[in-house]
């Protein structure tokens, strides 16, 4: 069983800043890459950002150069850093871990940004 615990989400203004963290834990062998997806009111789930085992990071174009992703193999926990938002990156946001045979997803952490 994996467990992933997610935190940091809340209400900020635009223009501030929230960290957002996920840990996993439970029956993990190995995780490769590990990510953060959100999905706002009426709209499908998107890509925000997603780090390789390796360091390699991807982000949606709608967040380069504000949100930058990170994370501790050693822990296995990863954080996405929002600097800048703004009232379009409301949504639930969620970890994601690719493990060897299967993702697995965490519960979902709202974020609201206030114009």
């Known amino acids: 069983q994996v467990q992933l615990v997610e935190s940091g989400g809340g209400l900020v203004q635009a223009g501030g800043s929230l960290r957002l963290s996920c840990a996993a834990s439970?029956?993990?062998?190995?995780?490769?890459?590990m990510g953060w997806y959100r999905q706002a009111p009426g709209k499908q789930r998107e890509l925000v950002a997603a780090?390789?085992?390796?360091?390699?990071?991807n982000y949606g174009d709608s967040v380069k150069g504000r949100f930058t992703i990170s994370r501790d193999n050693a822990k296995n926990t990863v954080a996405l850093q929002m600097n800048s938002l703004k009232p379009e990156d409301t949504a639930v946001y969620y970890c994601?871990?690719?493990?060897?045979?299967?993702?697995?997803w965490g519960q979902g952490t709202q974020v609201t940004v206030s114009s």
């Open positions: 780090i390789s085992r390796g360091g390699s990071t």
């Open positions: 439970g029956s993990i062998f190995l995780i490769n890459t």
């Open positions: 994601n871990i690719e493990g060897v045979r299967r993702s697995y």
